[in-house]
């Protein structure tokens, strides 16, 4: 039992059974369907969908959670576009989810390819790799914090090769960096645990006719390897924006968002305004911001799935 | 996707010989070490004194052991107690995923009802909606439920997760739909079917969810900074944070509880590794 | 007093063997109590639930004189509960919004606007509290002090500490490069520039001592830094309108003072301190840096992490160096006990009573909190072992002589917007007068949108 198809694109299918099946029989089956589903749906009518809404009609209002939500329209919206920490907190989402993801899928990929060359004990440091994505994150913001420190290890390393003390967290040009850094040595193992399952579960026939033909390495790789690993890195794309969307404990506990504005993302941003201002209905009005992005961005790469599909059947 | 390669022919095709093949191995091993310098310096540091930490140079085999440091940290705050909170949380949290996702994952992958597909997208889309977008509302019903400082407040909103359902259900997708029609038609109930024979042919699915659930919320920290107040609940990653704020804590101490945090969900990754490499695919890779 | 605040950190109970027992007790008795509606106890029994914020010594003394009060009251039962300096505000607010607040608290002093702009605590009776009148009351403690606790000549919260900040030298080091810390310690700006420079210690870019070291961790620490150089360079946080005026000439002035150390006498690392653990006077205390502005430090905090200096003493804390040749002023902050507004009569009623009987006894006070002075003036600073004190004389003249911080419903909002201003500065190297214009910009934009 494999997980290749974890890669695969998330199409419904039929199910087989219905039609072999007597009507009254599969009614009931039907039926158990629904049941099997319905706790879950439940649930996330409660905590989800339900509080995406409420947060919806939340940031209509002004409510500091002392007094009754008062409604002000669109003014949350309007503030947050005349506010410049909001412009710029969500300049640096763009910024830190469009690198992450860059180089997540990136960093995924290239270490799946270097553990497929299969040398001996290559499955060990795979092993290794992916462990580092089981540490859990406070400890990796904790130790990296302390290893990005100017006189931490990054720099002691650094030194025999010339660089200067570079303050990493500090200084507005290397903050961000840094942090998307961090973030995709965090998260690139598990992504490169997927393209190896999709590596290995490619098929060997286009290969043995690209090697017969004469091409080398390389150009397997770009015109056999790469489009039949599409909807795998479609798939990581999605789910390394998405992550990266959310992701809250690197830029709190290595900058707490600075220098000045540096690394401050939209979900600090939601965290502040809530619970330290005190500001629900514009905390609410962030969140939709928030959620509109990533419902932008998901379809936005569905529709590019889609097309390229197309092309490639 | 046709077939999948045997092993020696897989092998064969990507093995590299001769000297590119000691490179290979040299350069990955030195990647690899490189990767996970981090974690070999947490887990060295944890034994020294605060004090070392940002000398000249750091010594990778410490001059001088303070194994006092892992006890000192766990007595600066109620940290065994933050431990246990974390681990019945994620505990409660895994078996909740194991449980519902797997169910929601068969009715979808198995069923044929009138809206499934519109179900499934909207299990789906709620990976657009995680905690850090839905906070203040999420916060304000666990508030009405009255389940601030509990542990079913903590619990509450992790407890099923979308990707867990997708998971469960691309994994059952391909159990071929002869037996449970078999079962079916000996009678067999719908939730003997699902015990008896889906469920085992999911194990290393299973083992996936397990751990990746586990670990997301034993990493959880803004939803418990949201909605503990109280000691009692606190969970670690809440502790970890306040450590420096006292006279005295010194950062090794801190890393001593980096690495005890680090244990639990390193062991239950080894324990189950074999499933694990199953369920992500991996089982190709000798 | 611990007071290290990083902004949103979560904190608790300290566990200390009984003390937990105690706790854990307590919360589980009267957690249902505390949140369950008012006024339908019995007659006899009250139950009151009571916050803090964590400190070391004061902390510990508050528990002991509520329990000493619970002994004495057998009727009365109080569930104590405390949080994290930076986190107490935030989560009294959040109990206001969910109906869990205490019945009393003690609120830092700036948070006061805060409170009674909403009505959430109640004006005290201070006859209760054991004053005839209220110029008795206000004769009793220091002017900066009142400013916050008072409001319509109603008394909203009973002082207990309040104390201000001193610069402390580190004698050792003084001596080490000639200088003399009695004669030389720094009382103006461009003295303290010198001396800061003659005490650093640099091999190559790294700092192995800094002469002074700002502590650039925590909004709440750059406010009370930037508040008396902006007092001292003749600026405000505030005009009399209420628009921000950090960016006038006054505030430009101050803030190139502050930046003065690190840029121009290269005493100072900005970078560094901002990315470890943050316990701003740790590097003071491990004699990384040679001076720094901190509240006044218990020995026992010394002790636990520099037994020489502990026991040599050197070290002595002098008041702020002083801007065009004005005195030094020093920045002030206290706590009061307040009474939430919500609370039922008869809770309120033994609040007073409570409150009355913690700070009846000034010297068991001063014996287990030295030395944090209290607010009050009378009664207590004769007394031979408050003399004894190594630089009391300094201590108190900080007490009395300095600005209180900026009492403002957008405190939050200001000591963000002026925390992001001093790391543009510091550690950007951003214009002074265009970050203060937008800082200022986005305090005025806070304060328009209170309600928001």
């Known amino acids: 039992m494999t997980m290749q198809a974890v890669s695969g694109p998330a199409r419904v299918e039929g199910s087989e059974v219905a039609a072999a099946i007597p009507s009254g029989f599969s009614r009931r089956i039907r039926r158990w369907g629904l049941i099997f589903v319905a706790p879950t749906l439940l649930f996330l009518a409660i905590f989800k969908y339900g509080p995406m809404l409420w947060a919806i009609g939340l940031s209509f209002t002004s409510y500091d959670m002392v007094s009754q939500p008062q409604y002000i329209g669109l003014q949350n919206y309007r503030l947050l576009l005349e506010n410049p920490v909001f412009r710029e907190t969500l300049i640096n989402t763009f910024v830190y989810v469009g690198a992450s993801t860059a180089f997540m899928t990136m960093a995924g990929l290239g270490l799946a390819l270097a553990i497929n060359t299969r040398v001996p004990g290559a499955r060990h440091c795979m092993t290794a790799i992916f462990l580092t994505n089981l540490m859990p994150i406070i400890a990796v913001c904790l130790v990296w914090r302390l290893l990005l420190h100017p006189y931490g290890l990054v720099n002691q390393l650094l030194a025999p090769l010339g660089v200067g003390r570079v303050d990493w967290l500090t200084n507005e040009a290397t903050a961000m960096p840094a942090i998307v850094f961090v973030t995709v040595w965090r998260f690139a193992p598990y992504f490169m645990v997927v393209f190896l399952a999709a590596l290995l579960a490619l098929p060997d026939d286009y290969f043995e006719a690209a090697e017969l033909d004469g091409a080398g390495v390389f150009r397997r790789f770009w015109h056999i390897t790469l489009p039949l690993l599409m909807p795998t890195v479609f798939f990581v794309v ?76 | 996707m046709t077939t999948i390669p045997s092993d020696e022919v897989a092998a064969s095709r990507w093995q590299l010989t001769g000297w590119k093949r000691t490179l290979g191995l040299v350069l990955l091993l030195a990647f690899t070490i490189a990767f996970i310098i981090p974690i070999l310096w947490m887990l060295t540091m944890s034994f020294q004194a605060g004090d070392k930490m940002f000398q000249l140079g750091t010594e990778w085999i410490p001059s001088v052991w303070h194994p006092e440091n892992y006890p000192n940290a766990l007595s600066r705050a109620a940290f065994p107690n933050y431990f246990l909170n974390s681990g019945v949380v994620s505990l409660v949290v895994m078996a909740g995923n194991l449980v519902f996702c797997t169910l929601a994952g068969y009715g979808l992958a198995k069923f044929r009802f009138p809206g499934d597909s519109i179900v499934l997208l909207l299990i789906l889309s709620t990976l657009m909606l995680p905690l850090e977008v839905t906070l203040v509302p999420t916060f304000l019903i666990i508030h009405n439920f009255g389940w601030m400082n509990t542990y079913q407040g903590l619990v509450g909103p992790l407890l099923i997760d979308a990707f867990g359902v997708f998971l469960m259900r691309q994994s059952m997708l391909s159990i071929p739909n002869d037996y449970i029609e078999a079962a079916r038609i000996d009678g067999a109930g719908e939730i003997r079917i699902l015990l008896q024979i889906i469920l085992p042919q999911c194990i290393p699915a299973l083992a996936v969810l397990a751990i990746i659930s586990f670990r997301d919320s034993w990493d959880q920290f803004l939803w418990p900074l949201t909605v503990v107040s109280s000691d009692t609940y606190r969970t670690f990653p809440l502790g970890l944070v306040q450590f420096g704020e006292d006279y005295g804590n010194p950062p090794s101490e801190q890393l001593a509880i980096a690495v005890l945090a680090t244990i639990p969900v390193f062991l239950l990754f080894l324990v189950f590794q074999r499933s694990i490499n199953r369920g992500f695919g991996l089982s190709g890779l000798k | 007093m611990d007071n290290t605040e990083s902004k949103l950190r979560v904190r608790g109970a300290r566990s200390k063997g009984v003390s937990r027992r105690d706790a854990l007790a307590l919360i589980g008795a009267a957690g249902a109590a ?232 290269g005493a100072e690392d900005p970078a560094e301190s901002i990315a470890t653990n943050p316990l701003p006077q740790m590097d003071w205390l491990k004699e990384r840096a040679s001076m720094f502005w901190c509240h006044p430090i218990p020995p026992p905090a010394i002790q636990s992490q520099n037994t020489a200096m502990a026991s040599e003493h050197y070290y002595r804390p002098v008041q702020y160096a002083g801007i065009d040749g004005k005195p030094g002023i020093s920045t002030t902050y206290g706590f009061n006990l307040v009474i939430n507004a919500r609370a039922p009569a008869e809770k309120q009623a033994a609040l007073h009573d409570l409150y009355k009987f913690i700070m009846s006894d000034a010297e068991d006070c001063w014996n287990d909190t030295q030395p944090f002075p209290i607010a009050r003036k009378s009664g207590w600073t004769n007394n031979p072992k408050v003399q004894s004190f190594p630089q009391i004389a300094e201590i108190l003249k900080a007490r009395d002589q300095g600005v209180f911080l900026p009492r403002t419903p957008v405190y939050n909002e200001l000591a963000d917007a002026v925390h992001r201003a001093v790391q543009r500065v510091m550690l950007n190297g951003a214009d002074i007068q265009a970050t203060l214009n937008e800082a200022a910009a986005e305090v005025d934009r806070a304060t328009a949108n209170a309600r928001g």
């Open chain 1, 238 to 313: 999605v789910v390394s924006a998405l992550l990266s969307a959310r992701i809250f404990l690197m830029p709190f506990i290595m900058t707490g968002g600075g220098p000045g504005n540096a690394t401050r993302v939209l979900s600090m941003l939601i965290y502040e305004t809530g619970f330290s201002y005190m500001k629900m209905g514009q905390a609410a009005a962030i969140s939709v911001v928030l959620f509109a992005i990533m419902l932008v961005f998901t379809t936005l790469q569905m529709r590019l799935f889609m097309r390229r599909e197309q092309v490639y059947s």
């Open chain 3, 34 to 265: 505390a949140v369950a509606s008012p006024a339908l106890g019995q007659a006899s029994r009250v139950n009151l639930s009571f916050w803090t914020f964590e400190n070391p010594q004061q902390r510990p003394w508050l528990h002991k004189r509520v329990r000493q009060y619970m002994e004495k009251n057998p009727n009365v039962n109080v569930e104590f509960q405390w949080f994290t300096f930076a986190d107490l505000g935030k989560k009294i607010s959040v109990g206001y919004a969910t109906g869990t607040a205490p019945d009393g608290f003690v609120s830092q002093d700036w948070l006061m606007p805060t409170w009674q702009a909403k009505g959430l605590i109640a004006p005290l009776d201070i006859q209760k509290l054991g004053y005839n009148s209220y110029k008795d009351f206000s004769d009793d403690f220091p002017e900066a002090f009142l400013a916050g606790a008072t409001k319509d000549g109603k008394v909203y919260g009973f002082p207990t500490w309040f104390y201000g900040f001193l610069n402390y030298l580190n004698t050792k080091h003084f001596a080490s490069v000639g200088l003399d810390p009695e004669r030389d310690a720094p009382l103006s700006w461009e003295k303290f520039g010198e001396v800061a420079k003659k005490l650093t210690i640099k091999e190559g870019n790294r700092f192995v001592r800094q002469g002074f070291k700002f502590a650039m961790h925590a909004p709440q620490w750059t406010m009370v830094q930037f508040n008396p150089i902006l007092v001292g360079a003749g600026g405000s946080w505030f005009d009399a309108s209420g628009k921000c005026t950090i960016n006038n000439a006054a505030g430009v002035k101050a803030m190139k003072l502050r930046a003065s150390i690190a840029k121009e006498y």
